[in-house]
């Protein structure tokens, strides 16, 4: 199917989108990759009267090192940077290695060839991994909109299905992950019917040890078991004091799939299904974010053993 008439913008500077955006209000969409966009043109489930292609605005596409503030020893992305080259970024793989590791999951390789990582934060797909991954890591996105630039946490942004803090008159302008403290550890898991298909279930998770090997905290984060990103804090949090053993990591992997996470059912999988797929993945990315993070405190300053460690 080809899609309804529409207008077409090719602004070249953030400042003349705005404007569109101002002029024709919620008849305008913005247009990145169109790999989500298109399709749904194309299936007329999105008729926008007037689309404003984002593609010439070079301003928005970037990956760049942060040095100072909260943010320090992290990157900055901008939106339109396409996915291929966060996935190809030397800078990502090493300050942020659990955007690097999860890349790769996002669709096909042509895919990421177009598809933008402001756009995929912007459509805020339940089953998308790089939302799911940007609250894991404590991202915020840079948003700007008809009275200027504001900062939105992730956890802030990401409203629920297909739904984010985003005014119809704003505009995503760049995401912003922190550098990982020393002794964190961070991994991805996801299964699909096949690769590069959107997951049955997903988790990002990370774990920071103290210098005796205690985990000082975790983040556990799901796509594809609920409406938007879903953490499970309660599993996570029970990590916290412990020291990452197999049974300490089935027990969390436990509380999350059988007492936080409520997946839905749907034609990719039943409830059963992903419960079960909760419980092995966050066991799997627990035991891999811990043995990471114990190879950073050795790299970074030595791991000190107390007398009674395993
Ligand atoms: C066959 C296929 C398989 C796929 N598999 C996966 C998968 O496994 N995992 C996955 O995560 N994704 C998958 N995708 C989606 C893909 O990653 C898209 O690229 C992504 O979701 C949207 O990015 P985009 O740049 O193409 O955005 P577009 O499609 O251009 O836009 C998406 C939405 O975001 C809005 N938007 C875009 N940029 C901005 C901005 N800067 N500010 C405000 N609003 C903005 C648009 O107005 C639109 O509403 C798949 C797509 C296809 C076609």
């Given at each position: 199917?080809?899609?309804?008439t529409f207008?077409?913008?090719?602004?070249?500077?953030?400042e003349?989108?705005?404007?569109?955006?101002a002029?024709h209000?919620?008849?305008?969409?913005?247009?990145?990759?169109g790999?989500?966009?298109v399709?749904a043109?194309?299936?007329?489930l999105?008729?926008?009267?007037?689309?404003v292609?984002l593609?010439?605005?070079?301003?928005?596409?970037?990956?760049?090192?942060?040095e100072?503030?909260?943010?320090?020893?992290?990157?900055?992305?901008?939106?339109?940077t396409?996915q291929?080259?966060?996935?190809?970024?030397?800078l990502?793989?090493?300050?942020?290695p659990?955007?690097?590791?999860?890349?790769?999951?996002?669709?096909?390789p042509?895919?990421?060839?177009r598809?933008t990582?402001?756009?995929?934060?912007?459509?805020a797909?339940?089953a998308?991994?790089?939302?799911?991954?940007?609250?894991?890591a404590?991202a915020?996105?840079r948003v700007?909109?008809?009275?200027?630039d504001?900062?939105?946490p992730?956890?802030?942004?990401?409203?629920?299905?297909f739904?984010?803090?985003l005014?119809?008159?704003?505009?995503?302008?760049?995401?912003?992950?922190?550098?990982?403290?020393?002794?964190t550890?961070?991994?991805?898991?996801?299964?699909?019917?096949?690769?590069?298909?959107y997951?049955m279930a997903?988790?990002?998770?990370?774990?920071?040890?103290?210098d005796?090997?205690?985990?000082?905290?975790a983040?556990?984060?799901?796509l594809s078991?609920?409406?938007?990103p879903v953490a499970a804090?309660?599993?996570?949090?029970?990590?916290?004091?412990?020291?990452?053993?197999?049974?300490?990591?089935a027990?969390?992997?436990?509380?999350?799939?059988?007492?936080?996470?409520?997946?839905m059912?749907?034609?990719?999988?039943s409830?059963?299904?992903r419960?079960?797929?909760v419980?092995i993945l966050?066991r799997?990315?627990?035991?891999?974010a811990?043995?990471?993070?114990?190879?950073d405190?050795?790299?970074?300053?030595?791991?000190r053993?107390?007398?009674?460690d395993?």
């Amino acid at each position: 199917m080809k899609p309804p008439t529409f207008e077409y913008h090719a602004p070249r500077s953030v400042e003349e989108a705005l404007a569109l955006l101002a002029e024709h209000g919620l008849d305008a969409k913005l247009l990145a990759g169109g790999q989500s966009l298109v399709p749904a043109m194309n299936f007329r489930l999105a008729r926008p009267a007037v689309l404003v292609d984002l593609n010439r605005i070079e301003e928005l596409a970037f990956i760049r090192p942060v040095e100072e503030g909260p943010a320090a020893g992290g990157v900055r992305i901008g939106a339109m940077t396409r996915q291929r080259a966060v996935e190809r970024s030397a800078l990502v793989t090493e300050r942020a290695p659990l955007i690097a590791e999860t890349m790769p999951h996002v669709a096909h390789p042509q895919i990421r060839n177009r598809g933008t990582f402001g756009g995929s934060a912007a459509h805020a797909d339940p089953a998308a991994e790089i939302p799911a991954v940007l609250l894991a890591a404590g991202a915020r996105c840079r948003v700007r909109g008809p009275d200027g630039d504001r900062w939105i946490p992730a956890d802030e942004f990401f409203l629920g299905l297909f739904a984010t803090a985003l005014q119809p008159e704003d505009l995503l302008l760049e995401v912003e992950l922190p550098g990982q403290g020393p002794g964190t550890g961070c991994a991805f898991r996801e299964i699909a019917r096949r690769h590069g298909d959107y997951a049955m279930a997903g988790v990002a998770a990370t774990i920071t040890l103290d210098d005796v090997g205690t985990i000082e905290r975790a983040h556990l984060v799901y796509l594809s078991v609920g409406g938007a990103p879903v953490a499970a804090p309660g599993a996570a949090g029970s990590l916290r004091g412990e020291k990452p053993t197999p049974d300490v990591i089935a027990a969390a992997a436990r509380r999350a799939a059988h007492e936080e996470i409520e997946p839905m059912e749907d034609m990719h999988a039943s409830a059963a299904y992903r419960t079960r797929l909760v419980e092995i993945l966050t066991r799997d990315a627990l035991h891999a974010a811990a043995e990471r993070a114990r190879g950073d405190r050795v790299a970074n300053g030595g791991h000190r053993r107390r007398e009674g460690d395993e």
